[in-house]
Structure formats: C-alpha cells, structure tokens
C-alpha cells in the first residue's frame, strides 16, 4: 500500500502563488509516474500536471506557463508551484501515485481557494 499525504492548499488573492506538496509513504518501490488533479465544484476531476520517475512532465493548457510540477525521489514527495493563480484555479487538489503494476493511490486532496 501507498499512503499519499497533501499539503500547502489554502487561501490566496489571485495572481498570488502556493506550493503544493505530496508525500508518499509506504511500498513506494515501483512508483512511476505522479500526477496532480483538481475538482471543481460540480465538475469533473481534472488532470493538471504529470511527472514520470524520470522526470519528464506535461501539463492541461490551462495551467502552462503558470504551474510547475517537480519531484524530489530521495524524498518521495512530488510539489506543484502555482504561480499567477486565478479565481477558476480554485479546486480540491489530489496527488495521484501509479506503480508499475498498475495499482493507482489517491491523496485525499487540499483545497485551494483563489479569491477575486
């Protein structure tokens, strides 16, 4: 099992920034790729950012140029750096986690509110 543990979600005027942060813990050998999603109320749950174990990344339009994935593997913790947040980037954020075999793990998400 893997244990995803999210952090940094808060309170933000737009055009600010926050740094999300997601730590995984337990049998994490085999953890490929690593992803970022959001839901909105009333909407579906989206992909924001994804990294892969060798650090290769993509990102939804609607966050390029203005969100950055990373992770740190000696920490098993991947982050997002939100920079010139906007009112519609306000969402629940979950860290999603893939092995090899298949097996998915979701966080249980932090909130993230961008006030206009």
């Known amino acids: 099992q893997v244990q995803l543990v999210e952090s940094g979600g808060g309170l933000v005027q737009a055009g600010g920034s926050l740094r999300l942060s997601c730590a995984a813990s337990?049998?994490?050998?085999?953890?490929?790729?690593m992803d970022w999603y959001r839901q909105a109320p009333g909407k579906q749950r989206e992909l924001v950012a994804t990294?892969?174990?060798?650090?290769?990344?993509n990102y939804a339009e609607s966050v390029k140029g203005r969100f950055t994935i990373s992770r740190d593997n000696a920490k098993n913790t991947v982050y997002l750096q939100m920079n010139s947040l906007k009112p519609e980037d306000t969402a629940v954020y979950y860290c999603?986690?893939?092995?090899?075999?298949?097996?998915?793990?979701w966080g249980q998400g932090t909130q993230v509110t961008v006030s206009s």
């Open positions: 990294i892969s174990s060798g650090g290769s990344t």
């Open positions: 999603k986690a893939q092995n090899a075999w298949g097996n998915v793990y």
């Open positions: 337990g049998i994490i050998f085999g953890i490929n790729n």
